[in-house]
């Protein structure tokens, strides 16, 4: 089992910043690539990023790119979200998600989810 406890949500204005946290820790080592989903009210849960644990190749949703940015540090098995230029259709919660590799996320390990709101 994989746990995975996110932080660094809050509310900030259009325009501005934030940076995500997720700590992972149980078998770590089973961690493929993790990434980060979002879910707005009323709506489906969609992907946002990805990043590979060992190579750190990542994968973007168009409507992030250029925007956010994924990092990750793997001595402390944390990765990070840097979001800038925020708009308020970015607001939603956001769950980081640990994927053990072949499942397309089907397998994956979720944390409990931080709220983000951007304010107009």
């Known amino acids: 089992q994989v746990q995975l406890v996110e932080s660094g949500g809050g509310l900030v204005q259009a325009g501005g910043s934030l940076r995500l946290s997720c700590a992972a820790s149980g078998r770590t080592y089973n961690i493929y690539h993790m990434g980060w989903f979002r879910q707005a009210p009323g709506k489906e849960r969609e992907f946002v990023v990805s990043i590979n644990a060992l190579i750190g190749s990542t994968n973007y949703a168009e409507s992030v790119k250029g925007r956010f940015t994924i990092s990750r540090d793997n001595a402390k098995n944390t990765i990070y979200l840097q979001m800038n230029s925020l708009k308020p259709e970015d607001t939603a919660v956001y769950h980081c998600?640990?994927?053990?590799?072949?499942?397309?996320?089907?397998?994956?390990?979720w944390g409990q989810g931080t709220q983000v709101t951007v304010s107009s």
């Open positions: 998600a640990a994927d053990p590799g072949g499942s397309n996320w089907r397998r994956a390990w």
